[in-house]
T-cell receptor, first 114, second 113 residues
Framework: AQSVTQLGSHVSVSEGALVLLRCNYS??????LFWYVQYPNQGLQLLLK??????LVKGINGFEAEFKKSETSFHLTKPSAHMSDAAEYFC????????????FGAGTRLFVKA | DARVTQTPRHKVTEMGQEVTMRCQPI?????VFWYRQTMMQGLELLAY????????DSGMPKDRFSAEMPDATLATLKIQPSEPRDSAVYFC???????????FGQGTRLTVV
């Protein structure tokens, strides 16, 4: 069975500071891993995805994530936070492509202080 | 325009009434997911379909919820009778074996009073 654990339901950073959102997964097969972002009253939007190619994945809005098999982690980072990054972020795992069951973590709400 | 369309966007209903939520997946996608989002439970997978057949509906309360795909362009989620604890945002998403991620609709915000 697949599962995702996001460490920290809330993360607060100052504008310009490093953003680090943590995600650990468990999967019996090589997984596909995703980070989605949700702005208030919106659906989920894909930030980036790992699909067994390069372990360092770059996404939209300056975010990136690194797949570390030895640590079963897929942490999301951004070097410098912007006020517009304030949102909820979800890590997700799927066994394969978008046609397969996708399980989400509990989400991490990112606050950005001026 | 490739997007998942959900209707209605908002629904307020009285306890005991039937609620139907609709989803139009992206053309060509053969997999449809229904998720429910609440503050307490986060994003829960209720059910998902591939090629219109239900693959997994273990997350769905069977006594009052039902999900169907009458055709490839329409998925429905029904609650009958609705209860206040069903108040949540319901998301539909679609995917395929060639698309690497699931694509989400804007959600239906359901309030049962």
């Amino acid at each position: 069975a697949q599962s995702v654990t996001q460490l920290g339901s809330h993360v607060s950073v100052s504008e310009g500071a490093l953003v680090l959102l943590r995600c650990n997964y468990s999967s019996s097969v090589p997984p596909y891993l995703f980070w989605y972002v949700q702005y208030p009253n919106q659906g989920l939007q894909l930030l980036l995805k790992y699909t067994s190619a390069a372990t360092l994945v770059k996404g939209i809005n300056g975010f990136e994530a690194e797949f570390k098999k030895s640590e079963t982690s897929f942490h999301l980072t951004k070097p410098s936070a912007h006020m517009s990054d304030a949102a909820e972020y979800f890590c997700a795992v799927s066994k394969n492509t978008g046609g397969f069951k996708t399980i989400f973590g509990a989400g991490t709400r990112l606050f950005v202080k001026a | 325009d490739a997007r998942v369309t959900q209707t209605p966007r908002h629904k307020v209903t009285e306890m005991g009434q039937e609620v139907t939520m609709r989803c139009q997946p992206i053309l060509g996608h053969n997999t449809v997911f229904w998720y429910r989002q609440t503050m307490m439970q986060g994003l829960e997978l209720l059910a998902y379909f591939r090629n219109r057949a239900p693959l997994d509906d273990s997350g769905m309360p069977k006594d009052r919820f039902s999900a169907e795909m009458p055709d490839a362009t329409l998925a429905t989620l029904k609650i009958q009778p609705s209860e206040p604890r069903d108040s949540a945002v319901y998301f539909c998403a679609s995917g395929s074996e060639t698309a690497t991620e699931a694509f989400f609709g804007q959600g239906t915000r359901l309030t049962v009073v």
